[in-house]
């Protein structure tokens, strides 16, 4: 399936990806064709000042849930 960009101009430049053929229905609305947007940028990391990792490198930056307990059925005998 092709896609085309579009964009609308009451939406701040916020652009959106369509198939080609629903492109007639969208300017109808007022949406205009453009040009992709550029790539989203890779986030920058600080160097590191030593050499050595920080104590929780690899580590998750977003806090984890605490673990829930499993529900265990009870064994008759």
């Not at 939406?11 to 053929?21: A, M």
């Not at 992709?36 to 849930?65: H, K, V, Y």
Request: aromatic share 2%; hydrophobic share 20%.
């Amino acid at each position: 399936m092709e896609t085309v960009w579009i964009t609308h101009p009451n939406l701040d430049g916020r652009t959106i990806e369509v198939s080609k053929q629903s492109l007639p229905h969208h300017q109808r609305s007022g949406w205009v064709e453009t040009d992709p947007p550029p790539p989203p940028q890779p986030p920058q990391r600080p160097d590191l000042q030593s050499s050595e990792a920080p104590a929780n490198a690899g580590a998750s930056a977003l806090p984890q849930p605490p673990k829930s307990r499993r529900s265990t059925s009870r064994k008759d005998d």
